[in-house]
């Protein structure tokens, strides 16, 4: 199975101020369709998880445009340009690209 | 607006069955992929089974193979899973998700989740 390193375990941010997770795979993630299937899932507390952005990217409906994804291969990011309150909770990501599908452990968002 | 909603959680003892459900609204059921995935409460997410849109692809996790079987009922709108031989290491919150067209990309949207505690 694919192993997918997320760093760091925790990150504390100050409100209005930039945010960004890494998300590294063990294999490269990148299809023979020409695709990355990497996506980013939210989980707030007590709830459950909401898809971010798929294929590397792609923001999923009604997310704002303050979260962005990027990379590529084995090495991906999750930016938040201005963190809100709302935006605490954990972050996973999860590639589709290797069968079975396999998620990150998560990075835990708090503010300062 | 897409809405998976599970039942059939509860407090089961070890080596004992449990059947999952999860009723879907909001979208065309049969153009998609489905899958269970479970949390351990306070942990990480683990996909545990996936099924194409029409069962002729099924796949597991290696931890819950020959124990759990995942189905679903098209004209009903519905996505099961069957839990034999129940394990405590089953414990987890278990989610219906809906995926795409294509099985092995994993989901997309999630139901609220149904805790399976399994303990003596």
């Known amino acids: 199975d694919i192993v997918m390193t997320q760093s760091p375990l925790s990150l504390p941010v100050t409100l209005g101020q930039p945010a960004s997770i890494s998300c590294r795979s063990a294999?490269?993630?990148?299809?023979?369709?020409?695709?990355?299937?990497l996506s980013w899932f939210q989980q707030r507390p007590g709830r459950s998880p909401r898809r971010l952005i798929y294929k590397v990217s792609n923001r999923g409906s009604g997310v704002p445009d303050r979260f962005s994804g990027s990379g590529s291969g084995t090495d991906f990011t999750l930016r938040i340009s201005r963190v809100e309150a709302e935006d605490v909770g954990m972050y996973y990501c999860m590639q589709g690209t290797h069968w079975p599908v396999t998620f990150g452990g998560g990075t835990k968002v708090e503010i300062k | 607006e897409v809405r998976l909603v599970e039942s059939g959680g509860g407090l089961v003892q070890p080596g004992r069955s449990l059947r999952l459900s999860c009723a879907a609204s909001?979208?065309?059921?049969?153009?998609?992929?489905m899958h269970w995935v479970r949390q351990v409460p306070g942990k990480g997410l683990e996909w545990v089974s996936g099924?194409?849109?029409?069962?002729?692809?099924?796949g597991y996790v290696d931890s819950v193979k020959g124990r759990f079987t995942i189905s679903r009922d098209n004209a009903n709108n519905s996505l099961y899973l069957q839990m034999n031989g129940l394990r405590p290491e089953d414990t987890a919150i278990y989610y219906c998700a809906k995926g795409g067209p294509v099985m092995v990309r994993g989901p997309v949207n999630w139901g609220q989740g149904a805790l399976v505690t399994v303990s003596s």
């Open positions: 294999h490269s993630l990148a299809h023979s369709d020409g695709n990355t299937y």
């Open positions: 909001g979208f065309t059921f049969d153009d998609f992929a």
């Open positions: 099924i194409t849109w029409n069962s002729g692809t099924i």
